[in-house]
């Protein structure tokens, strides 16, 4: 299992669009072959800034997701609402503690 951080930054007008779509649409991200978590954070200083936090399986999950019709229809829609181009990463998890 791996996870993946992406950083959106939006400009501010758009995040009430941006937060609809993204409640339309989290339940199909989540049930994603591979996908076993799906989490949005806001920051808490800069309000335009968010955090997509999600668990894969595999890598080959993630990228059979980003090739998928699905992802073309998120990705199309929230891009146009950037106002900064968005980072990635991916990460092993080394140690969790609940």
Request: proline letters at 3%.
């Amino acid at each position: 299992m791996f996870i993946r951080i992406v950083k959106m930054s939006f400009h501010k007008e758009n995040i009430p669009i941006f937060l609809e779509n993204f409640d339309l649409i989290k339940e199909k991200i989540r049930n994603a072959e591979g996908n076993g978590l799906l989490e949005l954070y806001q920051d808490k200083n800069n309000p335009c800034i968010f955090f997509t936090y999600s668990f894969w399986e595999t890598e080959n999950d993630l990228e059979n997701y980003r090739k998928s019709a699905l992802f073309d229809e998120v990705w199309s829609f929230t891009k146009k609402l950037f106002n900064d181009k968005p980072e990635a990463w991916s990460a092993d998890k080394l140690v969790s503690l609940e």
